[in-house]
């Protein structure tokens, strides 16, 4: 059963690694945005899921795809309900 507590500890988690891709992304370092964008996939069902991985492959070969990319994802996560 989830807690008051778990959902806190979960909701300050997800905001955390969206603050992390955040100033990854303004800071060029797409190595970071890929590694939160794998870590958010954990934590989201489908399609956030699907878009976070699309995200983190984005990383590795279209930098510029991924960085309009992420805004889009992390609007969706605030709809997304975490799993």
Do not use: N
Request: net charge positive; hydrophobic share 45%.
């Amino acid at each position: 059963m989830e807690t008051a507590a778990t959902r806190s500890t979960t909701a300050r988690s997800i905001g955390e690694r969206c603050v992390g891709a955040d100033w990854a992304l303004s800071h060029g370092d797409f190595a970071a945005l890929r590694h939160m964008a794998q870590q958010l996939a954990i934590r989201f069902p489908e399609p956030a899921r699907c878009e976070l991985i699309r995200l983190a492959e984005l990383c590795l070969c279209d930098l510029d795809a991924a960085g309009a990319l992420w805004p889009r994802v992390k609007a969706q996560l605030h709809r997304a309900t975490p799993t």
